[in-house]
């Protein structure tokens, strides 16, 4: 009887030559395939940590410096424009009739200081571990539970159809271009960024402002989560206040065909 190491189950073809080993085969392709997602991953990360959230918190960051220069410019120009107001004042050739016309045209431009009697509406976020208050109900979904863009236009708009005098979102008027938008649950608005409670002041009649919000369907559905959810909602009475005048730019910035 042969050894062994002579035997075709230790090794040895029939023919006494060397044995094809698949297993051999087989750990060196799962080798080099783990070299491969390795070479792949550290091209990916570039040497960073791809586990992580930083790129993120760069990126948050970034838009959080941008919109802090971008409150810094506003004040920046809104003064520089009070200078240039106060030359002109001093003399610039116009009758009191152009004046008063001017000052007509910057009040319902927004451009200018605003004061009247006002309410404030304010929208928050419910609590992250909100359920349903209501029988009927199904438990909220993570969109159930956050401001959105359509809400907050639904505040501005319900208060412009009451006969709103002037708006201010945060701490900023609303001018006819100003664009109310949301990105995930932040606000962007004329280049700066906000996070909720979100605060709309709005001068004018408050009984028909209020009237106003009452019979939006927007506001009225966004009630249903308020009760459900526990959106938040609050309306405030703030007697006169002096809305700040828009002080920001006016340029336009549109798409323009490609040449």
Not at 203 to 221: E, T
Not at 241 to 258: F, I, K, W
């Given at each position: 009887?042969?050894?062994?190491?002579?035997?075709?189950?230790?090794?040895?073809?029939?023919?006494?030559?060397?044995?094809?080993?698949?297993?051999?085969?087989?750990?060196?392709?799962?080798?080099?395939?783990?070299?491969?997602?390795?070479?792949?991953?550290?091209?990916?990360?570039?040497?960073?940590?791809?586990?992580?959230?930083?790129?993120?918190?760069?990126?948050?960051?970034?838009?959080?410096?941008?919109?802090?220069?971008?409150?810094?410019?506003?004040?920046?120009?809104?003064?520089?424009?009070?200078?240039?107001?106060?030359?002109?004042?001093?003399?610039?050739?116009?009758?009191?009739?152009?004046?008063?016309?001017?000052?007509?045209?910057?009040?319902?431009?927004?451009?200018?200081?605003?004061?009247?009697?006002?309410?404030?509406?304010?929208?928050?976020?419910?609590?992250?571990?909100?359920?349903?208050?209501?029988?009927?109900?199904?438990?909220?979904?993570?969109?159930?539970?956050?401001?959105?863009?359509?809400?907050?236009?639904?505040?501005?708009?319900?208060?412009?159809?009451?006969?709103?005098?002037?708006?201010?979102?945060?701490?900023?008027?609303?001018?006819?271009?100003?664009?109310?938008?949301?990105?995930?649950?932040?606000?962007?608005l004329q280049g700066r960024v906000y996070s909720p409670p979100y605060k709309i002041t709005a001068?004018?009649?408050?009984?028909?402002?209020?009237?106003?919000?009452?019979?939006?369907?927007?506001?009225?559905?966004?009630m249903v989560y308020v009760n459900v959810y526990g959106l938040g909602w609050k309306v405030t009475?703030?007697?006169?206040?002096?809305?700040?005048?828009?002080?920001?730019?006016?340029?336009?910035?549109?798409?323009?065909?490609?040449?």
């Open positions: 009887m042969s050894n062994s190491a002579d035997s075709p189950q230790a090794g040895s073809s029939p023919a006494g030559g060397p044995r094809f080993r698949p297993v051999r085969v087989l750990t060196v392709a799962v080798f080099a395939l783990a070299g491969l997602i390795f070479f792949t991953s550290f091209n990916t990360a570039k040497g960073t940590n791809i586990r992580t959230d930083t790129s993120l918190l760069k990126l948050s960051d970034l838009i959080q410096e941008r919109s802090r220069k971008n409150k810094e410019l506003d004040a920046s120009n809104a003064a520089l424009r009070g200078d240039v107001e106060s030359l002109a004042e001093q003399d610039d050739g116009s009758s009191a009739a152009q004046g008063r016309k001017l000052t007509g045209l910057e009040q319902d431009a927004g451009t200018r200081p605003l004061k009247g009697t006002a309410i404030t509406v304010t929208l928050n976020d419910a609590p992250p571990n909100a359920t349903a208050k209501l029988p009927g109900y199904p438990e909220p979904q993570p969109d159930y539970l956050v401001i959105h863009q359509q809400d907050l236009q639904a505040v501005v708009n319900a208060l412009w159809q009451g006969g709103a005098k002037g708006i201010k979102v945060m701490d900023q008027r609303l001018i006819s271009t100003s664009a109310v938008r949301c990105v995930g649950n932040t606000l962007i001068v004018g009649d408050p009984d028909k402002l209020n009237q106003a919000m009452s019979a939006s369907k927007a506001i009225q559905n966004y009475q703030d007697g006169t206040v002096t809305l700040p005048g828009y002080s920001g730019t006016v340029d336009l910035h549109y798409a323009q065909p490609v040449k």
